[in-house]
């Protein structure tokens, strides 16, 4: 199968995916107690009022109508208006993704720093000092919740040695770049510096679990490429340690390691949003939380839209590039 | 989609009209005071109105940085119903009359105000020297089209507020002054206007799309809009033209945050000055802290047990009382709210309308407790309490609580059933009693403070809300809605003696709002949980 179809094949499946995705949207609002004009109404309302914001809300339609008039206006990133600020919901989600996106790569970045070379050590000295660090760290990474690291990294960094400020994003990455475009290098270092000191204790709440998740998985890839015949037959053919290890077994277990840092991406955009309430990241996660706790059911339904498109997106982005890698895998 | 053919104003302006606005939803809206006793009441002109340094002691051009739980909602001051976007418009819109601390009304923008003889109208004397942070002089003009603007749907667009100026049909502008009608005497005018309504610029107003109205700010405060991120921050600077002393600070930042210990840790680590609801269990960490303190203050929320009197053993007046023996309210409010509440013995909280400070409370007693439930002839019983989670502060802890003390009766065992609040209100909210959990764990903010509000939606035979039926209390509670002042006062402390007697609730406490304040600042926190960075120094 060529790239192309196959590209086709996915988006085909992908939009099949989301046309579940707002399914299962607009289906939590049927199911979710606490009936939206009760939420937003004052409870000593007349009945009449309440049936005639019941009727203008269009809740008193068949479902099936509800429905279809809701699954219409998606396409055209039309998802209705927040009921708190009167705003167009597509645009409020969009304005929150930046923050979301940096926060969820920036945690993938040093995860991937940090991750694999410390597998790489742990494989090749099995059994040593190194290892037994690199898997005390990984089982505490893994079993350390991310909300628990968040607040104590706080409370330490922040609140005790003020190292870092404890929450917000006061600057966007974009504007360090419109910054930077605009020739003001003095403000897109001072920005960046300021992004950075921001960024850092919510990149690494998030990443940790990440990082010790990708430290077992290229140990174990390691261990098990180093035991396959084609190391012993280079060895054999006297190529230097170094080049074994890291040209040939590293390349091998990178493929596997690839797909799940690909999907885990997809994971951190939606995920992240304990870890963005716990900092008052203005990301996707904030929005969801405030949006559930005023009852906001356009919003709430516009981001999960949004976040199921983007893990849509990352699966085929990432199913394409391990095809593209791994050549045995082919695009079939 | 069908929530885009209303929008959130109509969902509002459809919700007017309704007296108690608030309550259950949990948002108690900026109000204080008692509702008629300032009535009629007129103040000279003679004030010190000059501008000018500030005379206030300490240090001055200190900046200020506030964190709510949230955010403005927008900008217009007149489509919201929300304490978080009222304490920010309150530092750059003023209205004719004001309050201070103790909810007594005091003059703003208008100097003298009256009733108009013979007619059902009230005038305002607007003071001069008023300007717009835009530099353009206040006129009637402008007052008279902001009060329209709000109670007449013509006028610009459907405010959800026209129900916080009940009975307010219109403004005329006259010369330097502003005369108000209404479709009776309405015996609560003042009182309304030194809550409500924000005086906007006619011409300014005009001029834009809503979209910019809810995005830009130009009113006569003592502050102005130095910059807006919607989510993110409202940024003020002082206003230097001021018709009063000018402010003390030089600027107010105000930011959202939604998790409380975030909002904690932005006050230890210097980052906000001050932030609202603090949990109990952080409160320690503050105080012990270098560089912050606490200030608190009762709310306007009552949280309490509600009983239904027609299902046993709660028709039983003696089961009723016994359980409020049962319950050491000042426990719980020592060890689960640790000393931020007060306990209550009626439904009205005494910094409202109609409280009655000379009724007994029912003081931890378990063996009368015990003795009246073999009285009412219920020994044994089971029953279950409802409660919602996280709604209220530590409304799971408290209800856990209660459920313990009366299990420790030797008559009466209970369990605690925890509900989402969603579908707890959707069962309150039916209008049939049948409909309700028996027994539930609930909280009602008023911001009217008014007791009459609370008892008719919660304790009238034919309350929206209500679990009881008292024919002497629906007497007592028709009468005042037909009089005023000191008379309905009197009758509303009657009222209470009958729900103190009945025990229709098992009476719990009065929520305390929790502010976390940078200890280098003069502040008090306020019951109606206004945060006026203009009366806010520094040491």
Redesign the interface.
Known sequence: MGLGRFLLKRVLQGVLVIWGVITVVFALRLV?????A????????D?A?RA??IE????N?PLHI?YL??L??VPFG??????????PVFSRVL??LPATLELAIVATIVAVIIAIPLGVISATRRHEPADYGATIFSLVGISTPNFWLG?ML??LL??QF?VF????R?VGLSMVFSMLAAGQFAGAADGFVNWLSHITLPAITLGTYFTALITRLTRSGMLDQLGKTYVRASRAKGLPETLVRYKHVLRNTLIPVITVIGLQLGTLIGGAVITE????W?GLG??I??SI?R?D??VIQGSLIVVGVGFVLVNIVVDTLYAYINPRVGFD | MPSNTVDRRTFLKLSGGAAASVALAGCTGGDTGDGETTEETTSGGDTTTTSGETSVGGEADFDLTITQGSLPSGLDPHDHRETPTEVVMLHVYEGVLTRDADGKVLESLATEWSRVDGENAVMFQLRDEVTFHNGDALTAEDVAFSINRIVNDDVGFASPQSDQLAGVTGAEAMDGAVKVTSDGLNPIVFSEFATYCDIMQKSWVEAREQADIAGDMNGTGPFMLDSYTEDEEVALTRYDDYWQDTAPAASVTFRGAAESSTRVNQLLAGESDIVVNVPPQEVQRVNSSDNATIAAAPSTRVIFNALRYDVEPFSSKAFRQALNYAVDVESINQNVLDGFAAATNQPTLPEFVGYNPDLPSYDYDPERAAELVEQSGHAGVELELHTPVGRYLKDLEIAEAVAGFVNDLPNVSVTVRQRDFGSLVDELLTGNIEDKPPWYLIGWGEATFDGGLVMTALLKSDGALTTFSNEQLDELLTRAGNESGETRAQTLMEANAVCNEEAPWVYLNQQYSVYGVNSALNWEARADERIDAYAITKN
């Open positions: 979710s107690p606490g009936d939206p009760n939420v937003l109404l004052p409870p000593d309302v009945p009022t005639r914001v203008e809300l269009g809740l339609q509800q008039d809701f219409a206006g039309d998802f209705g208006t927040s009921l708190v600020s009167n705003t304005a929150r607040v706080i409370i922040a609140v003020n400020p404890t929450s917000r006061p309430q716990v900092f008052n203005p904030t929005l939380i405030d706790s009852r059911w356009p």
